[in-house]
C-alpha cells in the first residue's frame, strides 16, 4: 500500500538498482550503500542467486531495506517475498502480477511509461510508480507532462539515470526518488569496489529531493 512503498522512496534520494552475480558480494555491497547513505536498495531477479543475494543482505545488513526488482509475474513475487524482499519493483505491470500483489502485505512499485499504464495502474489503486525506461522514453521533460493531468502519479524515474541527469528529475513535482545501476554497476561489483560505491553512494544520497 501507499504508505509502506512511499516509505521506501522517500528513504533517500536514489535506488540503487543492482545486478548481482556472486551472492557472497551482496553484503559488502549492501554495506557499502548503507554506509554511503543508501538503504533502499533493489536486487534485480536477472541472475541466477539473486534471491540469495536478497536474503543475504535482508539477514546481515543492518538499516538497509532489500527489494526484488525485475519482478515479472505472480510466481516471481511469491519467491521474491519468501526470499525477505521488503519491497516488489516491476518494469511493468500485468494483472497476475497486481493478483499477485493483492495477496502479500509487501509493497509493489509497478512500471509505467504511458499515460494509459498510469491510469491502468490508479484504477487499481497504484499512485506510486517506476518510470520506466526513463531516459529513453522521454525524460524528465516527458515525465513533466504527466504531472499536470495525472498529479496522483508520483514516480521512481529508472533506465538511463546518471549523477548528472537525477536533479532534472527530483525537481519535478511528480518525483520522489530515482533509481539506477551507476552507483554499483556490474565493474564495480566484480571488483569488490566498495570504496568506490560507497562514494557514489554518498554523491547519490546528498542530492536534493
Ligand atoms: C532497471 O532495471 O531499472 C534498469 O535496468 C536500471 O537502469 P540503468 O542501468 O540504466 O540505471
Redesign the pocket.
Known sequence: DIEKIEKVMCAAPVIP?L?VEDPRKAVPMAEALVRGGLPAI?I?L?TAHALEAINAVNEHVEGAIVGA??VLDGKQYDAAVSAGARFI?S?GATANLLDAADQHSVPLLP?AATASEVMFLLERGYERL?F????QAGGASYLKSLSSPLAAAKFCP?????LDKAPDYLKLPNVLCV????IA?AKAIAEDDWSGIETRAKAAAALKI
Do not use: C, H, Y
Open positions: 538498482v545486478i533493489e534485480t536477472r526488482g525485475t519493483v518494469p512500471g517506476k520506466f525506461p526513463a531516459e529508472t533506465g538511463g539515470v546518471s533509481g539506477g545501476s551507476w554497476d
